[in-house]
T-cell receptor, first 112, second 116 residues
């Protein structure tokens, strides 16, 4: 079946530190991959996406590269801010389906 | 545009009571979804509707029913609430058509439901 595995949190960092949140997936065929972010008390919103192998999604200083060989889509940011504190979800959309499969989420806490 | 709206924002029920969660979108999207979010479990799909007039079960459909009232509205009903249904419920919509999911899903702000 389809599944997404994310590193467990919380991830705690100081402002301006480098961020990596690992995400690996299992899926038949070549899915589309997404990162969503959820700020406290809100719904999820799309952060970035990649629809084919070697694509790099980027937004607001965050990046993730679709790696077919390692079935991974790790999220990175060079310098985090306090305002980046949120829960981050990796998700996949299998080919031929109109639904998303989410990972369990990783909480990021950034201190000044 | 309001995007995806959900009502109510908060609700407390007693075991055995029924209620309907309402969701509406103003983006003319084909597909709509209901999720529940529980600590440590991420988001799990309850039901979805790939187009007006169709609904399909997701990962955790037991204890729920849905209605795609029209293209804009997709409601979730709990016929006899149980404490295990205490959760945060999110509605989402997307341009995805049946068999295709390349575009993002837009989420509502959520309904926080407690069943005593």
């Amino acid at each position: 079946g389809n599944s997404v595995t994310q590193m467990e949190g919380p991830v705690t960092l100081s402002e301006e530190a480098f961020l990596t949140i690992n995400c690996t997936y299992t899926a038949t065929g070549y899915p589309s991959l997404f990162w969503y972010v959820q700020y406290p008390g809100e719904g999820l919103q799309l952060l970035l996406k990649a629809t084919k192998a070697d694509d790099k999604g980027s937004n607001k200083g965050f990046e993730a590269t679709y790696r077919k060989e390692t079935t991974s889509f790790h999220l990175e940011k060079g310098s985090v801010q306090v305002s980046d504190s949120a829960v981050y979800f990796c998700a996949l959309a299998p080919r031929g389906y109109s639904t998303l499969t989410f990972g369990k989420g990783t909480m990021l806490l950034v201190s000044p | 545009n309001a995007g995806v709206t959900q009502t109510p924002k908060f609700q407390v029920l007693k075991t055995g009571q029924s209620m309907t969660l309402q969701c509406a979108q103003d983006m003319n999207h084909n597909s709509m979804y209901w999720y529940r979010q529980d600590p440590g479990m991420g988001l799990r799909l309850i039901y979805y509707s790939a187009s007006e007039g169709t609904t399909d079960k997701g990962e955790v459909p037991n204890g729920y029913n849905v209605s795609r009232l029209n293209k804009r509205e997709f409601s979730l009903r709990l016929e006899s609430a149980a404490p295990s249904q205490t959760s945060v419920y999110f509605c989402a919509s997307s341009e995805a058509r049946a068999g295709q999911m390349r575009n993002e899903q837009f989420f509502g702000p959520g309904t926080r439901l407690t069943v005593l």
